[in-house]
C-alpha cells in the first residue's frame, strides 16, 4: 500500500498565480484532511472532507478551496497566492466515523510564494 | 487561541535516560489526545494515543499520562533511542468534531549518543 500520496513535493509560486496540490489515499479512508505547518509550528487545518462530496472548513480556510469527488483524492485549490501561504502543506486520511483514530499523513507539499 | 500548547520547543537528552515531552490544553471538551513523531522532510506518524476516560497508556517504550484536572498530559519514552530523535507533536481532538485534530506547536528531542 502507498498510503497517502502528494504531488508536487516542492513548488516555487509567483504572487497572484494558482496551483492545485495534490492528494491521494488507497486505504479507502472515509475521511481525509489537509494541514499547513508553518515554521517552528505546529499543524493547522485548512480543510476536511467526511466522505466523497462533502467538505467543511477548518481553522485557516481562506485563500483555499477544496474538492472531494471520490474517496481516493482530495485536491486542495490555491487560487491567488500570497506570501502568508508560503508553508509545508501535509495531507491526512482517518478510517470511518464513530471510531476516534490516528491519521494517516502524506510526505507534504513545501510551497513557496515569492 | 492556542488550545494546545507545547511549551518546551526543544530538549536534549542522553542515550538510555528518560525523555518527557509535556503538554497543555484549555479546551475541556478534547475527550481523546495523540502524540505524532516527525522527521524532516517526512509526513508525521502516529505514536501512541489516549482516551480521556484513562490516565495512562503504554506502549513499548512510550508512556502517554494524562491528567485531566490540571489538562495536561506528558509523552515518557524509555530508554530513549538516537532514532527517536525527532519533532513530537501533541494533538487533541473530541468525539463530536469528526477526528480534527488540534496540534501543539511541537517540540524537537535530540538524542546524543
Known amino acids: 500500500n502507498a498510503g497517502v500520496t502528494q504531488t508536487p513535493k516542492f513548488r516555487i509560486l509567483k504572487i497572484g498565480q494558482s496551483m492545485t496540490l495534490q492528494c491521494t489515499q488507497d486505504m479507502n479512508h472515509n475521511y481525509m484532511y489537509w494541514y499547513r505547518q508553518d515554521p517552528g509550528m505546529g499543524l493547522k487545518l485548512i480543510y476536511y472532507s467526511v466522505g466523497a462530496g462533502i467538505t467543511d472548513k477548518g481553522e485557516v480556510p481562506n485563500g483555499y478551496n477544496v474538492s472531494r469527488s471520490t474517496t481516493e483524492d482530495f485536491p486542495l485549490r490555491l487560487e491567488l497566492a500570497a506570501p502568508s501561504q508560503t508553508s509545508v502543506y501535509f495531507c491526512?486520511?482517518?478510517?470511518?466515523?464513530?471510531?476516534?483514530?490516528?491519521?494517516?499523513f502524506g510526505p507534504g507539499t513545501r510551497l513557496t510564494v515569492l | 487561541d492556542q488550545q494546545v500548547k507545547q511549551n518546551s520547543p526543544s530538549l536534549s537528552v542522553q542515550e538510555g535516560r528518560i525523555s518527557i515531552l509535556n503538554c497543555d490544553y484549555t479546551?475541556?471538551?478534547?475527550?481523546?489526545f495523540l502524540w505524532y513523531k516527525k522527521y524532516p522532510a517526512e509526513g508525521p506518524t502516529f505514536l501512541i494515543s489516549i482516551s480521556s476516560i484513562k490516565d495512562k497508556n503504554e506502549d513499548g517504550r512510550f508512556t502517554v499520562f494524562l491528567n485531566k484536572s490540571a489538562k495536561h498530559l506528558s509523552l515518557h519514552i524509555v530508554p530513549s533511542q538516537p532514532g527517536d530523535s525527532a519533532v513530537y507533536f501533541c494533538a487533541a481532538t473530541r468525539r463530536q468534531a469528526g477526528n480534527k485534530l488540534t496540534f501543539g506547536g511541537g517540540t524537537r528531542v535530540l538524542v546524543k549518543p
Open positions: 491526512a486520511s482517518s478510517p470511518n466515523a464513530g471510531v476516534l483514530s490516528e491519521q494517516f
Open positions: 479546551n475541556s471538551m478534547f475527550d481523546y
